[in-house]
């Protein structure tokens, strides 16, 4: 089985830096958290998972026809937050403030072509967000770290690809493979 993934990936070195700065602020407060690597740092269009080897050829068919249609087009990323809540945060994140509306049609898109090629339905909402950490013990400096962040400002990014990613599950953390990148026009 290959366990896998559609997203955007953050490849701007000066975007890496900062959201890298903000995940040295997140360790600072002295919770327990796994962060994103700085190489995998991404934004997740949709979660499919488990899959035999034979289904990601049409898996990434249906990615190629979500993508048909959409032009390379800017995001401006900005703004901390967490899963399920600031103030018991799982997951800390920055968002997406310009281009979410495109990004939404592309995961609606995605989740459509998807289900259509038969794979499962997003049990989730689609919501727009690069994941910095996933907490395992907060504290509340954490959570005040959150609240101090919420308005941060991290910059524009282009996307211009879509890709379909292997994920493999390690005890030092997931080790990230590209399966395919589809070009936006």
Same mark, same amino acid.
């Given at each position: ?8 990936? *953050?490849?701007? $070195? ?10 040295? %602020?997140? *360790? ?7 962060? *994103?690597?700085? =190489? ?6 949709? &979660?499919?998972? $488990?899959?035999? @080897? ?13 993508? %048909?249609? &959409? ?17 018991? @945060? ?7 403030? =310009? ?13 459509? $072509? ?37 308005? *941060? ?33």
């Amino acid at each position: 089985m290959v366990r896998v993934f559609i997203a955007i990936d *953050v490849e701007d $070195e000066t975007l890496r830096d900062k959201l890298c700065e903000l995940q040295r %602020e997140l *360790v600072r407060t002295g919770s327990q958290m796994k962060l *994103v690597e700085r =190489e995998n740092l991404h934004l997740t269009l949709k &979660f499919i998972g $488990e899959i035999p @080897p034979s289904r990601v050829d049409p898996l990434i068919e249906a990615v190629k026809r979500a993508c %048909e249609g &959409f032009s390379k087009f800017k995001v401006h990323i900005a703004g901390m937050g967490a899963f399920p809540s600031v103030t018991r @945060p799982r997951v800390v994140w920055v968002g997406v403030k =310009e281009g979410a509306d495109v990004l939404v049609q592309l995961a609606r898109r995605v989740e459509e $072509e998807t289900v259509r090629a038969g794979f499962r339905k997003s049990d989730k909402p689609f919501s727009p967000h690069i994941t910095l950490a996933r907490v395992k013990v907060a504290t509340t400096f954490l959570v005040d770290v959150i609240r101090k962040y919420e308005n *941060v400002d991290i910059g524009e990014m282009l996307v211009s690809e879509v890709r379909v990613k292997k994920s493999t599950l390690t005890p030092s953390g997931p080790i990230y493979e590209t399966l395919a990148k589809i070009e936006l026009l």
